[in-house]
């Protein structure tokens, strides 16, 4: 498993020349592993000015002094530039110029865009001056994106066995386990679905599912990612998109089964093949990508845990006067068809709660609460708001069939 902590490239807009930025350091908080890798982003497309260079080389002297006093064994550092095809070789000149400031014993991996193996490329070039390379089976291009519901794309090991093992080096594959929201306009003169004009960052299906507005259909794409079509019933708007009817507002989720069909479809490329790289670690509270306890699971590569109820978990609030704490719920059934509707009991009676804003809990007695989640929208731990109580409580949950 590689490990790291994203940073980015920033350009300034306000001058002639750029000015740039190179951030990086370590989480306070790693999880064990063998080893890890530093993992660097160029959040716009094209390849970073060889003025980037020198300091890239500081960030990574500073990562490494923090790195030793920490213990931490670290593998290299991987690079995710997407750049153009056309500036392959423009990208291979800047990547042997970071080589020379690498520090010892550190490899250098970099991620790698599928249309970059295609013929009469410079991808040869870009991959002698790296130790790795990781082809990235999702977002394949742009039309891919705008004209599928699909983030993941499916691997087919005959085709590209012979293309990645052609150049000796190792090499490991990209998959992802990230979601994606989207609006989906509708055309009214033809009746066919345009492209997706827009991409939500903090939308997620439970927001939408509550609005009686939207009538919901879903699908499994060829990679087997869960795609919920919320389509508009009527004129509204969501944040700052209008809606009209039958426009959608679209969710595409990785499942457990597109991570299984895609570590096999992974295996089975096999020669240099060294692993799968999980795209990506996501933020706590984030329900549009899968937890890395999830993807590991899923993948094979942790024991799988049955989950046979659901549970509740809770995180002290560390208020100074009273007993609070926030509440979690995680079901045991989350991609399921079906609402879920439980009940959570309290050992004490809560002095009162707090729910998230939009989640479908309600205090119904001095000790219980009411949960009622739409189909598809009790993926992870759900954060349903804050309980305050007199003194510590217990919780405990059942569902109501």
């Given at each position: 498993m ?5 940073a ?8 002639r ?8 350091n370590?989480?306070?908080e790693?999880?064990?592993a ?15 000015d ?13 990562l ?26 423009q ?7 970071v ?20 013929s009469?490329?410079?991808v ?8 790795e ?14 004209n599928?519901?699909?983030?993941a ?6 085709r ?10 190792r ?8 979601g ?25 299906p ?8 939207f009538r919901?259909r ?19 708007r969501?944040?700052y998109?209008d ?15 597109a991570?299984?069909d895609?570590?096999?479809g992974?295996?089975?490329i ?9 795209f ?9 990508a ?37 509440v ?9 068809s ?8 309290t ?7 707090l729910?998230?804003?939009h ?10 609460l ?29 569902e109501?069939?």
């Amino acid at each position: 498993m590689c490990f790291g902590k994203r940073a980015r490239f920033l350009s300034g807009s306000g001058s002639r020349k750029p000015r740039w930025v190179v951030w990086g350091n370590w989480p306070d908080e790693l999880p064990e592993a063998r080893e890890y890798w530093v993992l660097f982003r160029y959040e716009r497309q094209g390849v970073p000015d060889n003025t980037v260079v020198s300091m890239l080389a500081e960030r990574f002297a500073e990562l490494q002094a923090r790195a030793r006093a920490r213990h931490l064994n670290v593998a290299g550092v991987q690079l995710d530039i997407d750049s153009p095809t056309s500036a392959l070789p423009q990208y291979a000149a800047f990547l042997r110029e970071v080589r020379k400031g690498l520090p010892d014993g550190w490899r250098l991996s970099i991620t790698a865009l599928l249309d970059w193996f295609r013929s009469g490329t410079s991808v040869g070039d870009v991959i002698r001056e790296t130790d790795e390379f990781v082809p990235q089976f999702y977002d394949i291009d742009a039309a891919t994106w705008n004209n599928s519901a699909a983030v993941a794309a499916r691997i087919d090991a005959a085709r590209w066995r012979p293309v990645f093992n052609r150049f000796g080096k190792r090499f490991r594959i990209g998959i992802s386990t990230f979601g994606r929201a989207r609006f989906v306009p509708r055309d009214f003169s033809s009746g066919a679905r345009l492209s997706g004009l827009a991409s939500y960052r903090d939308l997620t299906p439970l927001d939408i599912a509550l609005n009686p507005a939207f009538r919901l259909r879903t699908e499994r794409n060829p990679a087997n990612e869960l795609v919920l079509n919320y389509e508009a019933t009527r004129k509204l708007r969501i944040g700052y998109t209008d809606l009209n009817p039958g426009d959608v507002i679209q969710f595409i989720l990785a499942t457990p089964e597109a991570v299984r069909d895609a570590v096999a479809g992974a295996r089975r490329i096999g020669g240099n093949l060294t692993g799968v790289v999980f795209f990506r670690w996501p933020q706590a509270r984030e329900l549009l990508a899968m937890q890395p306890d999830e993807a590991l699971m899923a993948a094979g590569l942790a024991p799988v845990k049955v989950q046979k109820e659901n549970q509740v978990y809770t995180v002290d609030g560390r208020c100074a006067a009273v007993a609070c704490v926030d509440v979690y719920l995680e079901s045991s059934a989350p991609f399921s068809s079906n609402p879920l509707h439980c009940r959570i009991h309290t050992s004490t009676e809560l002095e009162y709660f707090l729910p998230r804003e939009h989640m479908p809990v309600r205090m119904i007695a001095p000790s219980e609460l009411e949960v009622s989640l739409p189909p598809y929208c009790a993926r992870g731990r759900l954060y349903l708001g804050r309980a305050v109580t007199a003194r510590k409580t217990e919780f405990t949950v059942e569902e109501e069939r």
